[in-house]
């Protein structure tokens, strides 16, 4: 008996004595690859979960997905809308409003033309069919009504500057339902944490990619996030070369209809929730430096981590609003 009780109190003592495991889940979705981490006493595994709620989301807002939703209304079809598309319709509306439009989910129909969405590439794009296409642009042509999509006939809407970020959040709140309260949710670079990296006993550590053409991934600088979620856009990477030899950014002018012409290389924010911090990111990446300097401060809630490349050709970096240093 004295053996049984002794082997019990060691057992006690092992379990008190071991270190917080943080549970780690990870896979593909939305084209890229999600990396979660989170900790509970109960080591409960959310994987089937997180698969549920992408598959949601997906059928939701996915432009990829034939008879999504969002594909749906871009037929022209009348579609009742969830609640996902509901969210993400009204803060992309208010970050349009807040841009100037530099933020519009309706240029989907010319990132198509570019080659940069699911349709593919208009064959000989020229300044005519640009022209004929922004027609069809303008997401203060768009709204709600009796939880149904009000548009002109031609509106192609495109929420994949969003979504991604909204998909981050989704993932966040399912586990503050469940009482996580330390967590990183991660997919493909854009990122929101709650609490502290339990595995290290710190905050959450993350890095903001060094801008270059050649694929290599090295860190520009390396933050500790609290509290906040950080998504980044940049042009180094997703590109196209035409037949000439010329490089075009992802990144639409959403008033002109052409590629970015700006020197940001790469653009950092850092918000409350991850569909904010992405939208903001994508509309920074358009407007150039002086424009994001006078959003900046008007809007101290946004902290944004700019790189740019000056006139000798070299990097630059610029932090706006006490960015993590």
Same mark, same amino acid.
């Given at each position: 008996?004295?053996?049984?009780?002794?082997?019990?109190?060691?057992?006690?003592?092992?379990?008190?004595?071991?270190?917080?495991?943080?549970?780690?889940?990870?896979?593909?979705?939305?084209?890229?690859?999600?990396?979660?981490?989170?900790?509970?006493?109960?080591?409960?595994?959310?994987?089937?979960?997180?698969?549920?709620?992408?598959?949601?989301?997906?059928?939701?807002?996915?432009?990829?997905?034939?008879?999504?939703?969002?594909?749906?209304?871009?037929?022209?079809?009348?579609?009742?809308?969830?609640?996902?598309?509901?969210?993400?319709?009204?803060?992309?509306?208010?970050?349009?409003?807040?841009?100037?439009?530099?933020?519009?989910?309706?240029?989907?129909?010319?990132?198509?033309?570019?080659?940069?969405?699911?349709?593919?590439?208009?064959?000989?794009?020229?300044?005519?069919?640009?022209?004929?296409?922004?027609?069809?642009?303008?997401?203060?042509?768009?709204?709600?009504?009796?939880?149904?999509?009000?548009?002109?006939? @031609?509106? %192609?809407?495109? $929420?994949?500057?969003? *979504? &991604?970020?909204?998909?981050?959040?989704?993932?966040?709140? /399912?586990? +503050?339902?469940?009482?996580?309260?330390?967590?990183?949710?991660?997919?493909?670079?854009?990122?929101?944490?709650?609490?502290?990296?339990?595995?290290?006993?710190?905050?959450?550590?993350?890095?903001?990619?060094?801008?270059?053409?050649?694929?290599?991934?090295?860190?520009?600088?390396?933050?500790?996030?609290?509290?906040?979620?950080?998504?980044?856009?940049?042009?180094?990477?997703?590109?196209?070369?035409?037949?000439?030899?010329?490089?075009?950014?992802?990144?639409?002018?959403?008033?002109?209809?052409?590629?970015?012409?700006?020197?940001?290389?790469?653009?950092?924010?850092?918000?409350?929730?991850?569909?904010?911090?992405?939208?903001?990111?994508?509309?920074?990446?358009?407007?150039?430096?002086?424009?994001?300097?006078?959003?900046?401060?008007?809007?101290?809630?946004? @902290?944004? %981590?700019?790189? $740019?490349?000056?006139? *000798? &050709?070299?990097?630059?970096?610029?932090?706006?609003?006490? /960015?993590? +240093?």
């Amino acid at each position: 008996m004295k053996k049984i009780v002794y082997l019990f109190l060691i057992s006690i003592v092992f379990s008190c004595n071991q270190e917080p495991e943080n549970i780690k889940i990870s896979g593909p979705v939305f084209g890229t690859a999600y990396n979660i981490q989170y900790y509970t006493t109960d080591d409960s595994n959310y994987k089937t979960q997180f698969d549920s709620l992408f598959a949601v989301v997906n059928e939701s807002m996915s432009t990829y997905i034939p008879d999504s939703k969002i594909s749906r209304i871009n037929k022209g079809e009348s579609v009742e809308l969830d609640a996902h598309f509901t969210r993400v319709f009204n803060k992309a509306k208010e970050i349009y409003r807040a841009t100037e439009g530099a933020f519009d989910p309706t240029i989907g129909s010319v990132v198509n033309a570019w080659d940069f969405g699911p349709e593919g590439k208009i064959t000989n794009i020229d300044s005519t069919t640009i022209d004929s296409l922004m027609k069809s642009v303008g997401y203060n042509r768009m709204g709600l009504r009796d939880n149904k999509i009000v548009k002109s006939s @031609k509106s %192609f809407l495109d $929420f994949n500057a969003i *979504a &991604k970020g909204y998909g981050v959040d989704v993932i966040g709140e /399912f586990l +503050e339902s469940k009482n996580v309260t330390d967590y990183l949710v991660e997919i493909g670079g854009e990122i929101r944490v709650r609490g502290i990296n339990l595995d290290k006993k710190s905050p959450w550590k993350v890095g903001i990619d060094d801008p270059n053409f050649e694929g290599e991934q090295s860190y520009s600088k390396i933050i500790a996030l609290q509290e906040e979620a950080m998504a980044t856009s940049g042009t180094y990477r997703k590109f196209k070369i035409d037949d000439n030899g010329n490089r075009y950014a992802h990144i639409i002018d959403t008033k002109t209809g052409y590629p970015s012409k700006t020197n940001i290389l790469s653009v950092s924010v850092l918000a409350e929730d991850c569909m904010t911090a992405d939208a903001y990111a994508t509309a920074f990446q358009a407007m150039g430096i002086d424009k994001v300097k006078a959003f900046a401060e008007r809007h101290a809630e946004l @902290k944004v %981590f700019i790189i $740019f490349e000056n006139e *000798a &050709k070299e990097f630059e970096t610029l932090s706006l609003n006490n /960015f993590p +240093e």
